[in-house]
Each structure stands twice: as C-alpha cells, then as structure tokens.
C-alpha cells in the first residue's frame, strides 16, 4: 500500500504553523512613542509609555484601591484623536505568571511579569498597566504599555503571552502583590484588573547559605552515644561570617539543659564536637543548635539517651545460677505488680470517668454530660493543631478598653486552646511588614477572624477621616474587607463561619456595624462558651447532652488568675464608660 503521504505532509504543514505561532506569541515591549503609536506604525505594536509620554490626571482619586499608581485615564494617551476608543469594556487579563531574573546584587531580586489578554473585548484593547507593590510598605512601581492604534485583536488572539519589563531592586524575602490592568479602564473595576501575590526569593534561595548570615545555620548535626556520653559534631559557619561562639539547647523529662560552645578553630575550623551534659537515661530530647548571635536560625535534633551504657557480659549471666534464679524471680514478681497495678488504674478510671472534665488549656478533650449525672469523654485528635484566631478592635475608646481586649487574647490562649494573634504582640512584624500587610497576611493565614464591635468603631467608621491615626484607618479597612468577604460568601452560597463579632457588656448591638451583620455574634462574657464551641467545631447540645467546659462560662471563668484579670478590666471599662455617659463627654471627639 502507499504510504499517505499527504496526511504526513499536512501534519508537518500544521506542526509547522503551531510552531511559527508559539514563537509569535510571546510579545516584549518596544521602545517607541506615543506619535508612533497614534499613526499605527507596524514597528509600534507593543510599547513601552514612559510618565514623559503621559499627563496624570488629577480627577483620578488618591484614595483609589491602586494608592498613588493609578491607572492612567485612557483621554490622556488615545482618546483624544477617536473619543469612541475609550468607550469598550475589556475584561481582565488571566495567568499572570512571576519569572526571576538573574541579576548581579545578592541583596535585591529581579522579576518579570507575563500575563494572557482575556478574549472578551480583545478587540477593543489598547494596552496594559502593571502595577508592582510590597505589601506593608510604600514601594509602588508602574509600568504602562500600549497597542498600535491601527491593531486589532481577535479572540484566537488570546493565547498571546505578553511581558513587562523587568522590575529590578527588589527587598529579599518580602511579599509583593502585582496587578495587571486591561486598558482602557472601564466603569465596572472589579473585572478589568488581575491581582497575584508572591515572595521574591530568600538570600539563600539567591545567592547560596554559605553567603546569607542573617540566615546561616548548621547543616551537619551528627549525635552519637559511647556509654554515658552523648557527643554532637556540626559544621561551623564560614570563617568571614565571624562567628566564634555558638549554643545548645535540649528539653526532656521536663527540663531543658543549655550548653556553651566555644570552638578551639586551630584544631578544626570547618566542624566541632561537643558533649550534651546532664541528661537523663532513658528520655528522648528534642535539641536546637544555633550561632550565639541575636536573632540566629537554629537547627533542632533528635536525641535519644539508651538505658544500657554497660552490658553484663553473657558468660557471667551463665557462671552464676544463684545470680540467674534471682533474675527470673525479679522478673515474675515485676510483671505481677505491673498486671495488678494495671487491673486497679482501670477501676479506679472507671469511677472517676464521670467526674472528669475539660482542661481547654491542652484541648485534648471535652465532656459530654447526660441528664442522668452519668458522663461520657469523647477524645479529639491530639495531632489537631489549635485554631488561629486573629483579634480585631479599634483603640478609639480609650486605654481601658484596649486593656480588655488584650486580657481577653491572654484568656482565650491560656484557657481555650486557641493559638491568638494580637496586634499589640506582634510589634516587631508589624515594623517588619507594615500594619496593613500585617493585617492582610494574618486574616489569609488565621482559621478564624473575630471583631470586637464597641462605640468607638462604629463611631470611627460613620466619621471617617484622612486624620485618623493608621490603627484606625487600618481597622476601618478590614471592617470593609471582611464585609465583603461576607457577601461574596453568601451570595456563592460559602461558609462563613471564619468571621465573627463580639461586643463587651458596657457595648451594645447597636454598635455593630452594618458590613459586620451576616457575621456570628457574641456578648462576651456571658458567651465564652458558645465562643469555644465555635472555634472548636463541638456541638454544644444533642438530645439529652450537653456540653460542660470547666471554668469556661460567665458564673466560673473568673475563677481562674486570667480571667480574675480580664473580670477586673472590664469593671473598669465599664465604670469609665459610664462616668463619660454621665458627664456627658462622648468618647469621639
């Protein structure tokens, strides 16, 4: 038979054509100007606009979701020679994609953006703005690229790849977010524009361990045991790095032994052996090894100290049968006392079964009580990491206030098993990533997110002020963020139980704003419980059960030291608030 050769021709015609597409589909920025861009010049299809090219409008507002990088209104570059250019709609791009480039300064990164235009209103585009900023920071970097006037795309079009030119300088290890936008800028901006977040890469992940001291920390940890003697070698930091001390640290048996290492560098100045004193036989440690500098990255290990440092050797076992009789008559009468001693704790179990309660402070289980007085232990998962709860307030009802709420985040984390993120403990973050990026990086990361609602709040958020102080701004911004978040999930038909709001006894409901309604209420005291069993997922009741926690309930959290503490701060937030009520002096000026 013959071969078909017009099939085979005819798929080398067409991988031919996917080929000379691919490589078409990639597009660079040209260097070119506006007047270029205006006659449709074939050589100005993908340019590069500089801010000479281009007059900001100032009708634009500052306060826009972009901060001071706004998009460029389309008038000021195409629209005035045809007017009807800046009157489409073009949906957003998709696939933005992040590409580290290779640079020569080990403490800044260099990234490119790559991104596919959307189908929908190709043909009416004109361009591309990417806007580059570091979350919690100020840094804000623009890039605008426009279309020949005479281009026009079809939907087969969308497959282009297009890049921006690259970013450069760039802080190690920070988070950026990029936006790119789809021109001309239409009325409905929450389809027009693409977001993406990403890290720009750790010193190590750049330039190397050996290069980062900031970051280095020992590699090489190898432990071994010669009868009574524990002995750790690990490699030492690169001489230029000057390090000359270093330290140890293990726990078990509940105790933790420290160890100073001074290393002698003219016997060995690329690793040391040092001996871990003090431990006990029998007990597994857990063991962290770091430079004796601030701030240093430790290296945790494994150690495991054996009981048997010195065996009796098995010819004297056999030369002594006084000594063998005496052995096996040990062993009997041990596993007769372990039998017995077991048979007693299970009884002794049994019965004070029903007594037992909740301790919330490991979280290891909670008590299900009938109305029989008989008691049931229900286990949870001890692998279950506890909840993270990030805590929301505003600090414009004075320091009293402020005190409750920081005493409530000591409560729920000593006495809920609730893992709590507060503001107020996290100042060394805060610094590092601004308040907000703190902010947005915590309600993305945390399980739960909980506002506490009172006066001052809602007050702020129905006067709001470009005065305002940046806790207040900031607190103003995740009321609104969380409330939109609350309305995408209902409309999408989602949970929405990460969200939740929580007033004080001298606060009231009213004091909720509307952006919050959808959210989960509590009067915190009177609610402790209902809060736990929201954050632990329990039931609180079935038929015939109910929950019991000890000392989580309005009549007995007091009874703790911690919640003695927040009982005493809220009496004194409330006589505050009442003394203001009755001089009549608001809290909001």
Same mark, same amino acid.
């Given at each position: 038979?013959?071969?078909?050769?017009?099939?085979?021709?005819?798929?080398?015609?067409?991988?031919?054509?996917?080929?000379?597409?691919?490589?078409?589909?990639?597009?660079?920025?040209?260097?070119?100007?506006?007047?270029?861009?205006?006659?449709?010049?074939?050589?100005?299809?993908?340019?590069?606009?500089?801010?000479?090219?281009?007059?900001?409008?100032?009708?634009?507002?500052?306060?826009?979701?972009?901060?001071?990088?706004?998009?460029?209104?389309?008038?000021?570059?195409?629209?005035?020679?045809?007017?009807?250019?800046?009157?489409?709609?073009?949906?957003?791009?998709?696939?933005?994609?992040?590409?580290?480039?290779?640079?020569?300064?080990?403490?800044?990164?260099?990234?490119?953006?790559?991104?596919?235009?959307?189908?929908?209103?190709?043909?009416?585009?004109?361009?591309?703005?990417?806007?580059?900023?570091?979350?919690?920071?100020?840094?804000?970097?623009?890039?605008?690229?426009?279309?020949?006037?005479?281009?026009?795309?079809?939907?087969?079009?969308?497959?282009?790849?297009?890049?921006?030119?690259?970013?450069?300088?760039?802080?190690?290890?920070?988070?950026?977010?990029?936006?790119?936008?789809?021109?001309?800028?239409?009325?409905?901006?929450?389809?027009?524009?693409?977001?993406?977040?990403?890290?720009?890469?750790?010193?190590?992940?750049?330039?190397?361990?050996?290069?980062?001291?900031?970051?280095?920390?020992?590699?090489?940890?190898?432990?071994?045991?010669?009868?009574?003697?524990?002995?750790?070698?690990?490699?030492?930091?690169? @001489?230029?790095?000057?390090?000359?001390?270093?330290?140890?640290?293990?726990?078990?048996?509940?105790?933790?032994?420290?160890?100073?290492?001074?290393?002698?560098?003219?016997?060995?100045?690329?690793?040391?052996?040092?001996?871990?004193?003090?431990?006990?036989?029998?007990?597994?440690?857990?063991?962290?090894?770091?430079?004796?500098?601030?701030?240093?990255?430790?290296?945790?290990?494994?150690?495991?100290?054996?009981?048997?440092?010195?065996?009796?050797?098995?010819?004297?076992?056999?030369?002594?049968?006084?000594?063998?009789?005496?052995?096996?008559?040990?062993?009997?009468?041990?596993?007769?006392?372990?039998?017995?001693?077991?048979?007693?704790?299970?009884?002794?179990?049994?019965?004070?079964?029903?007594?037992?309660?909740?301790?919330?402070?490991?979280?290891?289980?909670?008590?299900?009580?009938?109305?029989?007085?008989?008691?049931?232990?229900?286990?949870?998962?001890?692998?279950?990491?506890?909840?993270?709860?990030?805590?929301?307030?505003?600090?414009?009802?004075?320091?009293?206030?402020?005190?409750?709420?920081?005493?409530?985040?000591?409560?729920?984390?000593?006495?809920?098993?609730?893992?709590?993120?507060?503001?107020?403990?996290?100042?060394?973050?805060?610094?590092?990533?601004?308040?907000?990026?703190?902010?947005?990086?915590?309600?993305?990361?945390?399980?739960?997110?909980?506002?506490?609602?009172?006066?001052?709040?809602?007050?702020?958020?129905?006067?709001?002020?470009?005065? @305002?102080?940046?806790?207040?701004?900031?607190?103003?911004?995740?009321?609104?963020?969380?409330?939109?978040?609350?309305?995408?999930?209902?409309?999408?038909?989602?949970?929405?139980?990460?969200?939740?709001?929580?007033?004080?006894?001298?606060?009231?409901?009213?004091?909720?704003?509307?952006?919050?309604?959808?959210?989960?209420?509590?009067?915190?005291?009177?609610?402790?419980?209902?809060?736990?069993?929201?954050?632990?997922?329990?039931?609180?009741?079935?038929?015939?059960?109910?929950?019991?926690?000890?000392?989580?309930?309005?009549?007995?959290?007091?009874?703790?030291?911690?919640?003695?503490?927040?009982?005493?701060?809220?009496?004194?937030?409330?006589?505050?608030?009442?003394?203001?009520?009755?001089?009549?002096?608001?809290?909001?000026?």
């Amino acid at each position: 038979m013959r071969p078909p050769t017009l099939t085979l021709d005819l798929l080398l015609l067409i991988s031919l054509l996917i080929y000379t597409r691919g490589e078409q589909a990639s597009y660079r920025p040209q260097s070119c100007t506006l007047e270029c861009i205006r006659r449709g010049d074939p050589k100005c299809e993908y340019c590069r606009i500089t801010t000479d090219d281009v007059q900001v409008s100032t009708i634009v507002p500052f306060s826009s979701p972009f901060g001071s990088c706004v998009p460029w209104p389309c008038h000021s570059f195409l629209g005035q020679e045809s007017p009807d250019v800046c009157q489409h709609y073009v949906h957003a791009p998709h696939n933005i994609n992040i590409e580290f480039e290779h640079n020569e300064e080990p403490t800044y990164d260099t990234v490119t953006v790559s991104w596919n235009p959307s189908q929908y209103g190709i043909a009416f585009l004109r361009g591309f703005q990417v806007t580059l900023q570091v979350l919690g920071g100020s840094q804000i970097l623009c890039q605008l690229f426009l279309l020949g006037s005479n281009l026009s795309l079809t939907p087969a079009d969308a497959q282009r790849v297009y890049y921006s030119d690259p970013f450069t300088r760039l802080f190690l290890d920070r988070e950026y977010v990029v936006t790119v936008m789809a021109l001309p800028v239409p009325e409905r901006w929450n389809q027009f524009y693409q977001k993406k977040q990403f890290f720009t890469q750790t010193c190590p992940e750049k330039n190397g361990l050996e290069k980062c001291k900031k970051d280095w920390h020992p590699t090489y940890v190898e432990v071994h045991q010669d009868n009574r003697d524990v002995y750790v070698t690990f490699n030492l930091a690169p @001489e230029n790095f000057g390090v000359r001390q270093y330290f140890s640290s293990c726990f078990g048996g509940g105790r933790r032994n420290y160890t100073s290492i001074k290393p002698d560098f003219s016997l060995n100045k690329t690793h040391h052996t040092y001996r871990l004193q003090n431990l006990q036989a029998g007990t597994n440690y857990s063991c962290e090894i770091a430079a004796d500098v601030v701030d240093a990255v430790r290296k945790t290990f494994l150690v495991v100290v054996n009981r048997n440092f010195e065996e009796l050797p098995a010819s004297r076992l056999t030369d002594s049968p006084s000594l063998m009789v005496l052995l096996s008559l040990g062993a009997l009468l041990s596993a007769t006392a372990v039998l017995a001693f077991s048979i007693f704790y299970k009884k002794r179990l049994k019965k004070k079964k029903a007594l037992t309660k909740l301790r919330p402070e490991i979280a290891e289980q909670y008590y299900d009580k009938k109305t029989d007085s008989e008691g049931q232990c229900v286990l949870l998962d001890k692998s279950m990491r506890p909840p993270r709860l990030l805590i929301c307030y505003s600090s414009n009802d004075g320091p009293a206030h402020v005190r409750v709420v920081l005493q409530l985040a000591a409560f729920l984390q000593r006495h809920m098993a609730t893992q709590v993120h507060l503001d107020l403990w996290e100042a060394l973050g805060i610094m590092e990533e601004g308040i907000m990026g703190w902010h947005c990086r915590r309600m993305k990361e945390c399980d739960f997110v909980l506002v506490i609602c009172s006066r001052g709040l809602l007050q702020n958020q129905i006067n709001q002020s470009e005065d @305002e102080e940046p806790l207040e701004n900031t607190t103003l911004a995740v009321v609104s963020m969380i409330g939109e978040e609350l309305c995408r999930a209902k409309a999408l038909g989602q949970d929405l139980s990460k969200y939740m709001v929580a007033i004080f006894e001298y606060s009231q409901e009213s004091d909720i704003p509307a952006a919050l309604s959808l959210a989960s209420r509590y009067i915190l005291t009177k609610d402790l419980t209902l809060l736990f069993s929201h954050l632990h997922r329990v039931a609180l009741q079935k038929p015939g059960v109910y929950l019991q926690v000890e000392n989580i309930s309005q009549s007995g959290y007091y009874k703790l030291p911690a919640g003695a503490t927040l009982q005493l701060a809220i009496q004194e937030a409330k006589a505050q608030f009442s003394e203001e009520q009755c001089e009549g002096n608001p809290i909001i000026s």
